[in-house]
């Protein structure tokens, strides 16, 4: 041997050395559990990640069973998946809940690689109990929002069924009456002005009720539909707001004239756009509403602006659409009119964009694919 030289043979422990401190180091330090177990049912060596989290010594963890520190409620799946194991099948992505000495429960998600000769089980665990809980904070929230959907369909059906028998009556009422006999001509016109809108109102309740019987069958009726004449049916129905609050209304449909599109819901994002326009006037001036038509690449826009009392965006756009979301302090406000505009353009597969500043009105953009 050259003087000066080591052994090959001490090279090579120092490399293996070097390499078991490196596995130990990792072994130590992983924030995932890492963990040999013996088909007998006992850990055999784990890291402190398993301590950590659970709570227990090590000597504690390893005196023990390990079903010990399962859940009572996954010790029957753990035990079936663990005979799979001891017959040499790997186990990956398996989940099950462990408790911890001071009883909170935590999720981890297996991979675990059996050796039959030496009959353990080499497993690694990563601590999913944050996913988890999102996930049932999510099946909570979405359970709770079926139930709201299904209570508010079920109540819109009541509603609009117990109003067509009045509504009935009434319009038999104004088939009783015999204008004639009537001969001042200011009379006249309010009886004929209260018929029209009883006769609407009979028209869009038989309309809605139509509607709710198409969306249970998952199938909402479109039809092309003029915009002028669908606003006329709107405007005509409100006849009286709008004298009496001295709202101007511009229409420019220059762009397109027709859309396909549902009629109710067409209607309905009229009405509640353009009375929530006039209800939230600006105090200082009367109510301008502007209503026009704009063609964007492939993208057709109705767009639907007011010089009203706006609101703050920053503070109240996630929450714009969202029902019974209220914003102004008026007792008729109920926080139901933008959520069904909102509900309608996605029904139609649109999308509603906002734009609004406070005391210098708003502009609600309905977008949606041209048809023709």
Same mark, same amino acid.
């Given at each position: 041997?050259?003087?000066?030289?080591r052994?090959?043979?001490?090279n090579? %422990?120092?490399?293996?050395?070097?390499?078991?401190?490196?596995?130990?180091?990792f072994?130590?330090?992983?924030?995932?559990?890492?963990c040999?177990?013996?088909?007998?049912?006992?850990? =055999?060596?784990?890291?402190?990640?398993?301590?950590? @989290?659970l709570?227990?010594?090590?000597?504690?963890?390893?005196?023990?069973?390990?079903?010990?520190?399962?859940?009572?409620?996954?010790?029957?799946?753990?035990s079936?998946?663990?005979?799979?194991i001891?017959?040499?099948?790997?186990?990956?992505?398996?989940?099950?809940?462990?408790?911890?000495?001071?009883?909170?429960?935590?999720w981890?998600s297996?991979? /675990?690689?059996? $050796?039959?000769?030496r009959?353990?089980?080499?497993a690694?665990a990563?601590?999913?109990t944050?996913?988890?809980?999102?996930e049932?904070?999510?099946?909570?929230?979405?359970?709770?929002?079926?139930?709201?959907?299904e209570?508010?369909?079920?109540?819109?059906?009541?509603?609009?069924?117990?109003?067509?028998?009045?509504?009935?009556?009434?319009?038999?009422?104004?088939?009783?009456?015999?204008?004639?006999?009537?001969?001042?001509?200011e009379?006249?016109?309010?009886?004929?002005?209260?018929?029209?809108? /009883?006769e609407? %109102?009979? =028209?869009?309740?038989?309309?809605?009720?139509?509607?709710?019987?198409?969306?249970?069958?998952?199938?909402?009726?479109?039809?092309?539909?003029? %915009?002028?004449?669908c606003?006329?049916?709107?405007?005509?129905?409100?006849?009286?707001?709008?004298?009496?609050?001295?709202?101007?209304?511009?229409?420019?449909?220059?762009?397109?004239?027709?859309?396909?599109?549902?009629?109710?819901? @067409?209607?309905?994002?009229?009405?509640?756009?353009?009375?929530?326009?006039?209800?939230? /006037?600006?105090?200082?001036?009367?109510?301008?509403?502007?209503?026009?038509?704009?063609?964007?690449? $492939?993208?057709?826009?109705?767009?639907?602006?007011?010089?009203?009392l706006?609101? $703050?965006?920053?503070?109240?756009?996630?929450?714009?659409?969202?029902?019974?979301?209220?914003?102004h302090?008026?007792?008729?406000?109920?926080?139901?009119? @933008?959520?069904?505009v909102?509900?309608?353009?996605?029904?139609?597969?649109?999308?509603?964009?906002?734009?609004?500043?406070?005391?210098e009105?708003?502009?609600f953009?309905?977008?949606?694919?041209?048809?023709?």
């Amino acid at each position: 041997m050259e003087q000066g030289k080591r052994p090959k043979y001490i090279n090579i %422990l120092k490399d293996q050395y070097f390499e078991y401190e490196q596995l130990n180091k990792f072994f130590e330090l992983s924030a995932d559990w890492i963990c040999i177990a013996g088909f007998d049912g006992y850990f =055999k060596k784990i890291n402190p990640a398993v301590s950590d @989290l659970l709570g227990y010594t090590t000597a504690e963890l390893m005196s023990r069973p390990i079903n010990d520190f399962i859940h009572t409620d996954d010790q029957t799946i753990t035990s079936s998946s663990r005979s799979n194991i001891h017959k040499g099948k790997p186990l990956v992505n398996f989940e099950n809940r462990y408790q911890t000495k001071s009883g909170e429960v935590v999720w981890l998600s297996w991979t /675990s690689i059996p $050796d039959i000769e030496r009959e353990v089980v080499f497993a690694i665990a990563k601590n999913v109990t944050g996913k988890k809980r999102q996930e049932e904070e999510r099946n909570i929230f979405t359970a709770n929002l079926s139930k709201i959907n299904e209570d508010l369909k079920q109540f819109t059906r009541m509603t609009s069924h117990d109003m067509r028998s009045p509504v009935s009556n009434l319009m038999s009422l104004f088939s009783l009456l015999d204008v004639s006999k009537i001969a001042d001509p200011e009379t006249l016109e309010l009886v004929s002005l209260i018929k029209k809108t /009883s006769e609407h %109102l009979h =028209k869009t309740v038989n309309n809605f009720v139509d509607v709710l019987i198409e969306n249970d069958k998952l199938k909402v009726p479109v039809e092309d539909l003029n %915009l002028a004449v669908c606003l006329d049916g709107v405007t005509e129905s409100i006849k009286s707001l709008i004298a009496e609050s001295h709202t101007a209304i511009a229409v420019d449909f220059s762009a397109f004239e027709d859309i396909l599109f549902n009629r109710f819901y @067409l209607e309905s994002i009229f009405l509640n756009l353009i009375t929530n326009s006039i209800k939230y /006037s600006h105090p200082d001036q009367y109510p301008k509403i502007s209503i026009a038509t704009r063609v964007v690449n $492939d993208t057709c826009q109705l767009i639907i602006a007011d010089n009203g009392l706006g609101f $703050d965006l920053d503070k109240v756009r996630d929450r714009v659409f969202g029902l019974y979301q209220v914003f102004h302090n008026r007792s008729d406000s109920k926080g139901i009119g @933008l959520h069904l505009v909102y509900t309608h353009v996605n029904a139609m597969g649109g999308h509603i964009s906002i734009n609004s500043k406070v005391n210098e009105g708003t502009t609600f953009t309905i977008s949606f694919k041209r048809t023709k």
